[in-house]
């Protein structure tokens, strides 16, 4: 099929544009194909693989515990997630627990994750709706999330910091004090947050009412976190499946009914603070002890085959592992949380303008690689 | 509804179904042929309603392919997975559950464009990732490309 579409087109005044691979408000190389009639939306089609790495394949070469590292790769907004997901289902298979220490470590260290992927989603929103200003303030908070991550793990984006048993060093000395001061500050700053965009009247003009998905057709095309829950499908992985005794911490699940933009956008707002708030009961009580399970050099897991899902910013990430007995893995399939919410955009954007398309991409927030793998 | 249950209703309806409980969840193995049928009861079904297809994907064992179909219930809760043996793998054909559960489409296509596997009546099956030109399943075991390296 040609990019141009001269031979898509199936009535008269009907006009195909492609938006991106290179479109600044796709966040990365989504290419999608849009048949308008006027300003109209009348047919979205996303053609994807810019950006294929084949990591499922690759990591059917790697040992288990290299092909953790991999995933850094795929949402690398939630790259402690993903590691995370690929680490338990690795102890699923060996049939270990991360210690008591490693486990809070981890809960720590997703919540960073997923207050740190949230601002910048918020900064990306405000820029796309055309307002600059949300991106300086959420870099602000971002930027000193960032710093204690490289404190600890020595990087800002691919941390590979999950290793099967555990963490691969212990915490930082400054960690507890510098999270107290950020948790402070995110607190204090983030009611800037809704006063320069949430009660704006050009963002609720571009957002309320756009891009509609019910509750049946969400479950049904697969969506899942925020995207899901803003049109009150509970499908939160630490409420329903909880793992690294997330069942321990006291937080809500955050939904909303609006299912639209705007409740997508709420949903992520109300959930930082939530985030903030499972931080907070656990930065005093990290368990002293070991940092890491003991694990053989070499990893083999029992022949069968493994599932386990992780709750990262975006949504229900699974992480699907057959093994034959050796010391890499038969097949590997990662169940990513942006491909299945991407499949619904064509449902959303159906009769809408193309510039609500933008609005929509936006509080999707899609990150490319994750889709492509 | 247990998974005894789940069981009893599955043999009524498909008696050459095999179950295997060794992992984490219920495993039900059954013919390509019979896939649509069970899949159809599986959802509309009021005690199962199985609304949530949260992982389709395909496995390659050399001498067959295996379709696995990862189903949750919103409702009830429960979770089985659903293996399809296609063991024609020089021409594999399955029907397309996209009817069934939107995500099916995207999901099928995927594995389309990486096992080669034929999804009969679905709408729309083109490659997803790869090029249109591109020769071969890149995720089927015996697959070489020349770029290939071995570690």
């Known amino acids: ?373 | 509804m247990t998974n005894e249950e789940i069981k009893l209703f599955i043999a009524a309806l498909v008696p050459t179904a095999a179950f295997d409980e060794s992992g984490e969840f219920l495993n039900i193995v059954i013919a390509p042929e019979e896939l649509l049928p069970l899949m159809k009861d599986l959802r509309n079904n009021r005690e199962l309603s199985f609304d949530y297809l949260f992982c389709l994907t395909c496995i390659d064992w050399k001498d067959h392919l295996m379709m696995v179909y990862h189903l949750l219930s919103k409702k009830h809760k429960h979770v089985i997975v659903i293996k399809a043996k296609i063991t024609d793998v020089n021409d594999p054909k399955i029907e397309t559950v996209s009817g069934i559960w939107k995500t099916a489409n995207f999901h099928e296509r995927e594995v389309y464009d990486l096992f080669g596997v034929q999804f009969l009546n679905h709408p729309d099956l083109r490659r997803l990732f790869l090029m249109d030109d591109w020769e071969g399943w890149p995720l089927r075991k015996n697959y070489v490309d020349e770029n290939m390296i071995e570690i």
Request: hydrophobic share 40%; glycine share 8%.
């Open chain 1, 1 to 373: 099929m040609s990019l141009l579409g001269e031979d898509i087109i199936t009535e008269e005044g009907e006009f195909v544009i492609n938006m991106g691979p290179q479109h600044p408000s796709t966040h990365g190389v989504l290419h999608l194909k849009i048949w308008l009639d006027g300003e109209t939306i009348k047919r979205v089609q996303p053609h994807l693989g810019y950006i294929h790495r084949s990591i499922e394949k690759m990591s059917e070469n790697l040992s288990y515990r290299n092909f953790i590292f991999a995933t850094s790769r795929m949402d690398y907004l939630s790259a402690h997630i993903n590691n995370e997901a690929c680490a338990l289902c690795v102890e699923k298979g060996l049939q270990i627990e991360a210690t008591p220490r490693a486990q809070v470590i981890r809960i720590l260290m997703a919540e960073l994750t997923r207050l740190s992927s949230h601002q910048l989603w918020w900064g990306c929103t405000g820029l796309d709706l055309g307002a600059v200003t949300p991106f300086f303030y959420a870099f602000r908070e971002r930027e000193a999330v960032l710093a204690i991550m490289e404190e600890t793990c020595g990087a800002r984006l691919t941390m590979n910091y999950m290793v099967p048993g555990g963490v691969m060093y212990d915490l930082h000395p400054n960690f507890q004090k510098r999270v107290k001061e950020v948790m402070k500050q995110i607190k204090n700053n983030l009611h800037e947050y809704f006063e320069i965009l949430t009660g704006n009247v050009i963002f609720e003009n571009r957002t309320k009412g756009v891009g509609y998905i019910s509750a049946e057709d969400a479950v049904s095309y697969g969506c899942t976190g925020p995207t899901a829950r803003a049109s009150g499908v509970s499908c939160d992985v630490r409420k329903w499946f909880p793992y690294e005794g997330y069942e321990k911490v006291q937080f809500e699940e955050i939904l909303d009914t609006g299912g639209d933009c705007y409740a997508r956008y709420m949903v992520r707002m109300r959930e930082m603070l939530q985030s903030v708030s499972i931080i907070e009961q656990l930065i005093d009580n990290i368990p002293e002890g070991d940092f890491q399970a003991k694990t053989k050099n070499v990893i083999k897991l029992p022949k069968g085959e493994f599932y386990q899902r992780v709750e990262t910013a975006r949504g229900e990430l699974g992480v699907f592992i057959v093994s034959d007995g050796a010391a890499s893995p038969y097949r590997i399939k990662y169940r990513s949380p942006n491909f299945s919410n991407l499949s619904a955009i064509e449902h959303m954007a159906k009769g809408a303008k193309i510039g609500d398309l933008i609005a929509i991409m936006a509080t999707l927030d899609l990150v490319i690689p994750d889709i492509d793998r």
